[in-house]
DNA sequence: GATCAAGGCCAC
DNA sequence: GTGGCCTTGATC
């Protein structure tokens, strides 16, 4: 009984890294960091998942996870990724999602108390997220135990290359982690060390600008804690007074209002470290136990989304504080071996293309918000750094899965982007999974048009093993023949003089389009965030660009043409999943298979 | 002055 | 090569 109830009460923060409530304009280097002293080669294709803490012991019951995914998730992914809860004993420090951390300290129903707050050093009683050995503090970006820290160093500084004699899934543990380095830094790398943080200059001591960002994780984990420690309070409260019976389809949160700090987590690393690495759906599926969550009386009875603490911006979930390293590179006084760099690109202002700053005065304060909201620049350093990560030391990475990761990341972003914005907030989260699995091919279609036009994303780049990889590809999931298409719908744009604002409006009018949604409980809230963004965008367009004839109705009358397109390369992601050639286990797999439901 | 995350040292 | 402990120095 007692078990279950903590079960009920785990307040869990899915997370993949300390610094998904960050501020993204927190920039993580300091000036003795003069660069970043990435080692030419590894032998390991790093995934780019930065996930923290309390991973370990994921063998056998991940993959049995997985199994369990691929076997449930075909006909639900209704809420699994974005909003799970967890019924499972967070408190040991085990076995936490490989994308996801649950940021709580020990604290039991049956101990502790309001009054006995624990400071922050105790928030740090979690296992090391490479070998699961005690942490020692934050090193290279999270939280690890020392002797990780120390491989971890010595494999940067000295540009150690190794090589694993099986097949590159080792499983890495406080007792076997000695066996194979080349997994053991691999997993590092997965759970997000930083490879900037080690220091080109061996400069000693001082502290670099990851400081607010572990300032940050800990405040973080702390109100976590305090949330916990008083749901745990109510509840002995209401155990000792019995506030609440135990009845079939009576939820014992029904009485107490607790938020569930939820975070999306980081591109889940895929194909890699099976051990480690289960996709975040795995996780959730793994991890959730529907029914004693979610009474089926009373299904997300208890769930509220809230931002994250910190008022980190949407965008950072995603980052896993990934912006450092691109501007790390940005700022650094070497220059970078690779041709992945931030410095392509050119960050536009949000004063209206066509107009004046007297227009941009006139701008809605909705519009304000949602430009005050977009972060681009965290978009392209998760893009350039999961590039990054995928091909060290790789002499040929397969192109078309490597986007389907990029792809798959995106949509995490575009999922984070959604959870945290007006209107769609404050839906309940089976209308959310509804209207994000009718847009998101849209969106992603619409942002790489974005990207391309207001940010100067260039088509192509070149990866660090020196393949080509196609940018423009992104925006047409993968369908090169779709470019004439995309081309087209951008030239129109542009010919519309189509801006940020114009773009976030749009977006909005594809997540918040009930039209063609079948399902929406909350059709109402839907509709009434649809006309509200429609009428702005309207009179924004009238107010800030009278020169452009009807560019409102003009606009609208393009978002058949990117659906179409969307659709297109959705069937063809669709197809390629079929023959097996898309990785599985990603989010945009679940998606694709959710419309198809 | 305290903190703490860097790099360094050295016994193993 | 590993990992526990030490030194350093920027930040609070």
Redo the contacts with the bound molecule.
């Keep these: 009984m007692l078990l279950e109830m903590e079960n009920h009460s785990t307040l869990l923060s899915l997370n993949m890294s300390p610094f998904n409530a960050a501020n993204s304009n927190d920039s993580p280097m300091?000036?003795?960091q003069s660069s970043s002293?990435l080692p030419p080669q590894y032998n390991s294709p790093p995934i780019s998942t930065p996930y923290s803490s309390c991973q370990q012991n994921m063998g056998m019951q991940h993959h049995y996870q997985q199994s369990m995914m691929m076997s449930q998730s075909m006909n639900n992914i209704d809420t699994s990724y974005l909003f799970s809860s967890s019924g499972v004993n967070t408190l040991s420090g085990i076995d936490m999602g490989a994308s996801y951390q649950i940021a709580g300290v020990a604290t039991s129903l049956t101990g502790g108390s309001i009054g006995d707050i624990p400071d922050?050093?105790d928030c740090i009683e979690e296992l090391c997220p490479v070998c699961g050995?005690k942490v020692?503090?934050?090193?290279?970006?999270l939280l690890t135990?020392?002797?990780?820290?120390?491989?971890f160093?010595?494999?940067v500084?000295?540009k150690?290359v190794y090589t694993c004699v099986a097949e590159r899934s080792c499983h890495i543990d406080k007792t076997q982690?000695?066996r194979c380095?080349f997994c053991?830094f691999q997993k590092c790398l997965e759970v997000g060390m930083?490879l900037e943080?080690?220091?080109a200059d061996?400069?000693?001591?001082?502290?670099?600008?990851?400081?607010?960002m572990?300032?940050r994780d800990r405040a973080r984990k702390l109100q976590i804690m305090r949330q916990r420690q008083l749901a745990a309070q109510t509840l002995r409260g209401g155990l000792s007074g019995d506030m609440y019976s135990n009845q079939p389809g009576t939820s014992p949160f029904a009485n107490i209002h607790i938020k569930q700090e939820i975070q999306i987590p980081q591109v889940s690393s895929l194909t890699s470290s099976p051990d480690s690495s289960p996709s975040p759906i795995a996780v959730a599926l793994g991890q959730v136990n529907s029914s004693l969550v979610q009474p089926a009386s009373n299904q997300h009875p208890a769930l509220q989304i809230v931002g994250v603490p910190g008022g980190g911006h949407s965008s950072m979930a995603m980052s896993g504080g990934s912006e450092n390293k691109l501007w790390a590179q940005a700022n650094s006084t070497t220059t970078s071996p690779h041709s992945l760099s931030p410095k392509v690109f050119q960050f536009e202002t949000v004063v209206p293309q066509g107009g004046s700053v007297s227009a941009s005065s006139k701008v809605s304060p909705l519009i304000r918000d949602f430009v005050a909201a977009i972060d681009d620049r965290e978009w392209q350093n998760s893009l350039y750094t999961l590039l990054q990560n995928q091909t060290y030391n790789q002499c040929e990475v397969d192109l078309f899965e490597l986007m389907c990761k990029v792809l798959d990341q995106n949509l995490f972003s575009q999922v984070d982007w959604a959870r945290n914005s007006i209107f769609f907030k404050d839906l309940k989260v089976d209308d959310q999974m509804k209207l994000l699995q009718h847009s998101w091919s849209d969106m992603l279609v619409l942002d790489h048009i974005h990207q391309r036009m207001h940010n100067n994303l260039p088509d192509e780049t070149t990866l660090h093993n020196g393949q080509k990889f196609d940018l423009l590809n992104l925006g047409l999931l993968g369908v090169p023949s779709l470019a004439d298409h995309f081309n087209d719908i951008t030239v129109k744009l542009q010919d519309l003089k189509f801006d940020v604002s114009d773009y976030i409006c749009i977006k909005f009018m594809l997540l918040l389009n009930p039209a063609d949604v079948r399902g929406i409980t909350n059709r109402k809230h839907v509709q009434e965030g649809y006309e509200q963004v429609q009428q702005a965008l309207l009179e924004y367009t009238v107010t800030c660009y009278p020169q452009v004839q009807d560019k409102f109705h003009k606009m609208q009358q393009l978002l058949p043409e990117i659906h179409s397109l969307a659709a297109r390369g959705e069937e063809h992601l669709y197809h390629k999943h079929c023959n097996g050639s898309a990785p599985t286990q990603t989010l945009l797999m679940e998606m694709l298979h959710a419309k198809r439901k």
Excluded: I
């Design positions: 300091n000036n003795n002293p922050t050093k050995d020692s503090g934050y090193h290279y970006g135990c020392e002797s990780c820290k120390g491989f160093k010595r494999t500084q000295n150690k982690r000695k380095p053991r930083k943080a080690v220091r061996r400069m000693r001591g001082g502290r670099n600008k990851f400081g607010p572990y300032k």
